[in-house]
C-alpha cells in the first residue's frame, strides 16, 4: 500500500513536474529520469515495474514496453531483451499487412485504429482490446487512462456516469478513498490535485482585484480564472480601469496554460495610476463655490461621546493603504477610527453619493515617535484599512516620489504645493465642508527666522516649512492631510510629499496661529520604511 501512495505521487509528476522522484521500498531514492528506463534500480524493480510505468507516454523515436516503459526504438526486436517484460522481441516474425490500422493477430484481420482499445472487440482472439496493447497505446494529453487501456476525456472522470468500459474511471477506490495527490501542487484548494496518477497538473488559477481577465478552454469553453484551470486554457488580461501595467509590459495580454502546469507568460501585473484628477469629474457646488476635487483625500474620524467627529486628514496611497500624522492616532483605539473618502461634508453621518467608509485594521509608527517628547519628530503614520477601497472618478491615490526625482524641486523655495482639508475657518469653527488651498515652501532658515526663538527644535532636516503667514494656513483639523505638488514630467500627475505636521499656537488659545508657518513631515525621508511596511502586510 506505501509503494502505491509513492507511486501515484511519483508517477504524476514524472510527466509533469522535473522535481519528480521514486523512493524504492528499500529507501532508496530514484529520479525521474531513471524511472521505466528499461533498467532496473529498485532492488525489487518497483521501478520498472508495471504499476509505476503503465501511465508514461514514450516520447518520439521511442518504443513502449507492454509494461509501459520506454527504450530507444532501435532495441526493438534485436535479440536482446532491453524491456524488463522482454516485449520488445515479441512478434519479431509477425508480417503487418495492413497499410494502416490495427491487424489482428489470429486472422490478420485489419480494422481502423479508432477502433483500437475502445471497450469492443473487434477481432476474434480479441487482441485489438488486449490489456498489453491497451497499456502500451499511448492516451493523448488532457485524457484518462481506463483500467484495461481505453483513453476518455479528463472531464469524465467521478462524474456519476461509467464512461470506461470497466467502469474504472467511476470506482469508489478512485473517486472517493484514495489521498495520493500531486507533489508539484502547492494550494490543494486551489489546483487540480486529484487522487490519480492519470489525472494532469493544472496552471494556477489568476486573480487580482487590479486584473480584469477571461479564461476560455479548448475543451470546456469558459472557466473561472480564478482557480485552477485545465492545460490549454487561454488567459486573457487586461489592468482594470484605473490601472496600468507595471514593467514595461503590454496591456490586452494572452498566456496559455501548458502542460508542464505552468503559464506560457507572466501574469500581468497592474499598477494604481495615481495622482490622476478625472478631468469628466464635475465639482460639486456647495453654496455658489466650487469644492476642491482631491480623489485622494481621506478624513479621519474618531468616535467621541457618540458622536463621530472630523479630526485629522489623511492621503490614499494604495486600495488600503493611507497616510497621517503619527499624531493623529498615537495611543488612539483603531476600534474608534474610521476613514472617509469622497467625502465633502464633515458631517460623517451626512449621506453622499460616492462616499466610501472604512474601519480601521492597524497603524504603524516610527519607533523613535514621541509625540511632544520627541518634539513631533517622524510625525508620519502608515494606516491601513480594513477593507480596500474601490477606485473611482471620486476616489483614486496619490503618487509618491519614489526616486525622489521631484524632491528637490519641490521643496526648493517659493514651490507651491496644494492641500486639502476640514480643519478651523478663520472663525475658529470646523469648516462644514472640504476645502482646498495651495501654499508656497519656505527655506528652513527663513522659516525659522520668522517664527519663536523656541520654534527652532522642531524644524530638523526630516521636514520642510510652507505656508503663506498672512491669515490663509493650515490649522487644527487640518493635521495628517498631504500637500501634493505637479509632476515635473507629467504635469497632470499630483506626487505626495509633504504631511501636515504642527504649526505654532496663538499665545491666547489652542488654536493655530494663521500668520506663522506649519510644519510638514517631508515624505520622501521615510519612503524606505514606508515600503518595508507595505511589504510585510501584503506579505
Known sequence: MVKILILFLAVTCSIFSAR?????????????????????????????GEDVCSNLICPLGAFRCYNGGCINKEGRCNKTKECPDGSDENYCNFKNICKEGFQCLADNKCINESRICNGVKDCVDGSDESKTLCRSYPCPNYTFRCKYGECIHQNLVCDGTKDCIDGSDEEDSFCEKS??????????????????????????GIYSNRLETVCE????????????????????????????????????????????????????????DCGRIDHGVQPLIING???????????MYLHEEGDWVASCGGTLISENVVLTAAHCVWKKSTRHMKFAFAKYHTDFNKTEDFTQIRDVKITFTRPE????????????????????????????????????????????GNQLGSISGMGLTGNDKPSATLQSLQIPVVSSQYCIKKQKRDFKKYVTFTVFCAGWANGTSVCNGDSGGGLLFRDLKDNDRWILQGIVSISPRRSDSNFCDANRYSIFTKVGMYLDWLQDVVADIRS
Open 217 to 272: 478552454s479548448d475543451k470546456s469553453g469558459h472557466v473561472p480564472c480564478n482557480k485552477s484551470v485545465p492545460i490549454g486554457t487561454i488567459a486573457k488580461m487586461s489592468c482594470k480601469q484605473y490601472y496600468l501595467p507595471t514593467n514595461n509590459q503590454n496591456n490586452n495580454l494572452e498566456i496559455r496554460c501548458q502542460t508542464n502546469g505552468e503559464w506560457s507568460g507572466n501574469v500581468l501585473k497592474c499598477e494604481a
Open 20 to 48: 519528480a522522484q521514486l523512493i524504492c521500498g528499500d529507501g532508496t531514492v530514484i529520479h525521474e529520469d531513471n524511472l521505466c528506463n528499461g533498467k532496473i534500480d529498485c532492488v525489487d524493480g518497483f521501478d520498472e
Open 369 to 412: 515617535y514621541l509625540d511632544y517628547r520627541s518634539n513631533y519628530g517622524s510625525d508620519i503614520s502608515v494606516v491601513i484599512l480594513s477593507a480596500p477601497v474601490q477606485f473611482s472618478e471620486y476616489i483614486r491615490p496619490a503618487c509618491l516620489d519614489w526616486n525622489l526625482s521631484n524632491i528637490l524641486e519641490h521643496l526648493s
Open 289 to 299: 463655490k466650487n469644492s476642491a476635487i482631491w480623489p485622494w483625500h481621506a478624513v
Open 179 to 204: 489521498s495520493s495527490k500531486i507533489v508539484s501542487c502547492k494550494d490543494e484548494e486551489d489546483s487540480f490535485c486529484e487522487k490519480s496518477s492519470s489525472k494532469i497538473v493544472s496552471c494556477k
